[in-house]
């Protein structure tokens, strides 16, 4: 008996596919509900399960685009599972194996990829939940293995009483004489990243968009920090970050300001009565923004807590379609990455976007001691918003908002 593979629904409006990695190749015997390849969607990478146990024939090739429902290989149930075979000698000359280190916590996919790549999964460092080691994992340990193994020639000094060469003439490469490669790759775009661009473009053409400036000053957000991160850490289990003194701020922005948290449907005005804030989290398959729901409920360590598991899975391509759509704001922190300053692009049809960045220390005024100047840890802020529904005074007002929270973060208890 054949059991047909079948390409499923990744998520609502989702019609086409991408044929990703195959785990398992045609002839292998595979298990019920292993993993055995994975598909992309213009939003996300999902792992597609064998239906049954059996001998896999696969039809679809990595790269081919498929509809949703369309069948790409099968499982012959009839076949009779072959005998595990003993390990070869090793000769020297095959590609060494790591050890199956069956006491490390690692997904399926991670295990596989150790397998093929030689990689010890015991010497990897999981960032899975609960330490898990995932693909990016080992991935990671894999393409630093070479690096760490390739040990630089030596060369011998010459000796002292040889004589110096006269120096050559320098000779000017021409156009036909340049060294180097001149060679020119193309690679295909993920569904990931057209869709990326896709709203990107979408985004400029259709908004009336504009950036609003301000500058934080960090000390008293940062003593808090400091103060009780351990005691937040121990308590909660998660470390006690900016983001989430941000994400509350903006709640507490949005709340005085509520044309910002609304979207242009049509020719009218949609209000939110909830505050779903997306956060912009990059991975090496591109940007995603998985939502925090009904943030304007959420605690500090609520909102750290999600922030990390999403980061967690986004990484390994584990984000549901529905926990990256609905948002009504977003904040983005490209301060993580070095960013001093920018002006973020609009998430459609979101009419707001909160930019983080980079905290520096810059002279400024003492607001204690008006008229000396002192060093504080600075950080430009930046709201990007449409015009056409969100009047220049009402931006201004939103980002100043974020700015007295994040100074003064007991206002955020105070509800000031």
Known sequence: MSVDITIPSPGESITEVTVGTWMKQSGDWVDKDEIILEIESDKATLEITSPASGLLTATG????????????????????????????????????????????????????????EGVNLASVKGTGPSGRVTKADVLAASAAAPAATTAAPVVPAAPASTPVAPTAPVVIPTSSTIPG????????????RKRIAERLVHSQHTAATLTT???????????????????FAEKYGVGLGFMSFFVKAAVHALKAQPTVNASIVDDEIEYHDYMDVGVAVGTDRGLVVPVLRNTEGMSFAEIEARIKDFAVRARTGKLSIEEMTGGTFTVSNGGVYGSMMSTPILNPPQSGILGMHGIKKRAVEDPDNPGNIVLRPMMYIAMSYDHRIIDGTEAVTFLKTIKECVEAPERMLLEL
């Not at 001149?182 to 569904?191: D, G, I, P, Q």
């Open 181 to 192: 490669s001149r060679e020119v790759r193309r690679v295909r775009m993920t569904k990931l």
């Open 213 to 231: 400036f301000n500058e934080v000053d960090m000390t008293r957000s940062m003593a808090l920090r400091k103060q009780y991160k351990e005691a």
């Open 61 to 116: 090739a990595t790269g081919d685009e498929l509809a949703v429902g369309e069948v790409i290989g099968a499982i012959d149930t009839s076949a009779t599972k072959p005998a595990a075979s003993a390990p070869a000698a090793d000769t020297g000359t095959s590609k060494a194996v790591a050890a199956p280190a069956e006491g490390v916590k690692a997904t399926p996919v991670a295990r596989k990829i150790a397998a093929d």
